[in-house]
């Protein structure tokens, strides 16, 4: 065996896994990507975009795309940081807040990369279990505990509910430390935290335009939090940490409020239309708030299903991991796609 170079701590941890992206005739219904192209006025952007600049460094905060966030989201800019992707804005959050050997929060089951970003970190893990039905525990700030960050997402990934807004206010008065609030989904939400920013000066709020945007390979995401949290976590940023294009492109994105509502209220539509014709089939449907459906098959076994649904090119996500390992994430696709993947399930879910 040749030998490992890596750091002993690297070396034992797994990594994050993300879902596939094969190539060929599939229906993709598993990285929670939005299935309607992004605003046309992003092709044209596009389209317009001068290549020689690439030459050029970018500018090292997005300035442009901050002030265009800042108008939108009415903080000033200097509360909002750039990323490249939300989970670069995730990693640096823990490498600004939480140090070697502190605890980090995070609720369980929740996104998978929490658990990880806290091995990369060498932070200890504090899991927060959520009840039967994931929602928050009573005793959360408890099993908080003296964490320096507590990271949720909200909706929750890959459960799809959301957590009372009171509950989080409560939190962020609370609690001693960062109170992170993972809003990737919130576009698709009948409400955000946004204005816990004002309100608290130990709050961020993440977002990211590879949902509701349908901007994923793009790789762009905005955090905002008070000020000073913000002239922290730039310090441990890449100095260029989001590129030229990615900025251009994210102004575009951003101006086109109205194709962003279309875009969200169509996703939205489909998942009730779809989430009905599921439990018609038996299914056990989570309530969602996001762009996608966490289904308890009727009859067969989830992990077979998935296998099932991906042998017919029908991607979903299926998660072995305690208390959703009886799940599959369903991606909320096109009226179409949906259409195929309810006869599939129909089908093979016997
Ligand atoms: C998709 C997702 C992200 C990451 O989004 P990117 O901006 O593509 O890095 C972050 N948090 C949650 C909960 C997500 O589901």
């Known amino acids: 065996m040749s030998k490992n170079y890596a750091r002993a701590d690297i070396q034992a941890i797994a990594g994050y896994v993300p879902g596939e992206q094969l190539s060929g005739t599939v229906i993709k219904l598993n990285t929670n990507e939005n299935p309607y192209p992004p605003s046309p006025r992003v092709g044209e952007r596009a389209r317009m975009f001068d290549w020689q600049q690439l030459r050029l460094y970018p500018e090292p905060t997005a300035a442009h795309l901050r002030e265009c966030a800042s108008r939108i989201f009415g903080l000033p800019q200097e509360c909002i940081l750039c990323g490249n992707g939300s989970d670069d804005l995730l990693t640096i959050a823990l490498r600004t807040f939480v140090g070697a050997g502190e605890a980090f929060a995070f609720p369980e089951p929740s996104y998978s990369l929490y658990p990880v970003l806290a091995d990369l970190q060498g932070a200890r893990r504090r ?33 799809g509910n959301s957590f009372p807004k009171e509950a989080i206010r409560q939190l962020c008065r609370d609690f001693s430390g960062v109170v992170w609030i993972d809003e990737a989904y919130g576009d698709f939400a009948e409400d955000n935290c946004l204005d816990l920013v004002k309100e608290f000066s130990n709050v961020v709020v993440s977002r990211t335009f590879s949902k509701s945007y ?64 599921l439990k018609e089939l038996g299914c056990t449907v989570l309530p969602s708030q996001a762009n996608f459906l966490l289904v308890r098959p009727a009859r067969k076994a989830a992990r077979q299903l998935f296998l099932d649904l991906r042998q017919e090119g029908l991607l979903v996500r299926h998660f072995s991991l305690p208390r959703v390992e009886e799940y599959l994430r369903v991606t909320i696709g096109t009226e179409e796609q949906m259409a195929t993947f309810l006869q599939a399930m129909a089908r093979l879910d016997a």
Do not use: C, H
């Open 127 to 159: 899991p927060i279990v959520l009840t039967q039905d994931f929602q928050l525990p009573s005793d959360l700030l408890a099993q908080a505990g003296d964490a320096k960050l507590l990271m949720l997402a909200r909706p929750n990934a890959p459960t």
């Open 214 to 277: 349908s901007l994923a390979g793009l790789r762009l995401g905005l955090a905002f939090g008070d000020a000073s949290l913000v002239s922290e976590m730039n310090k441990l940023k890449d100095s260029y940490n989001t590129d030229r294009f990615a900025q251009a492109m994210g102004v575009a994105a951003l101006e086109d409020q109205e194709y962003l509502r279309q875009s969200v209220s169509r996703v939205k539509a489909t998942r009730e239309k779809t989430a009905a014709a």
